[in-house]
């Protein structure tokens, strides 16, 4: 099993920058594949990044694209997200992902891809 459990976010300007990250946990950490997805209130969960094992390959949503870092260090099994200019639009519950499957460009952006999910960290920017 693998645990996943996010820090950061809150409150925050619009203008301003995201920082969030993601602490893995567990006797088998082997996950080639995470991601970022979001959850705006009253809306369906969404695809916001994802990245391969090596860190060498990055999906963005299109919302996000040019706003957007992810993150990670293996050694210390840490993602991380910076969103930049934040917009009201940004505010929702912040999920950290990963699974076991080989990185896919096409199947990371679903959510069924996933098998370990974190318990999400609320995200709210302010006007």
């Known amino acids: 099993q693998v645990q996943l459990v996010e820090s950061g976010g809150g409150l925050v300007q619009a203008g301003d920058s995201l920082h969030v990250s993601c602490a893995a946990s567990?006797?088998?950490?082997?996950?080639?594949?995470m991601a970022w997805f979001r959850q705006a209130p009253g809306k369906e969960r969404e695809f916001v990044v994802a990245i391969s094992g090596s860190g060498g390959s990055v999906t963005y949503a299109d919302s996000v694209m040019w706003r957007c870092t992810i993150s990670r260090d293996n050694a210390k099994k840490m993602l991380y997200l910076q969103v930049n200019n934040l917009k009201p639009e940004d505010t929702a519950v912040y999920y950290c992902?990963?699974?076991?499957?080989?990185?896919?460009?096409?199947?990371?952006?679903?959510?069924?891809?996933?098998?370990?999910w974190g318990q999400g960290i609320p995200v709210t920017v302010s006007s």
């Open positions: 567990g006797r088998a950490f082997n996950t080639p594949t």
């Open positions: 992902a990963a699974t076991a499957n080989n990185y896919n460009s096409v199947a990371a952006r679903r959510s069924e891809f996933y098998d370990y």
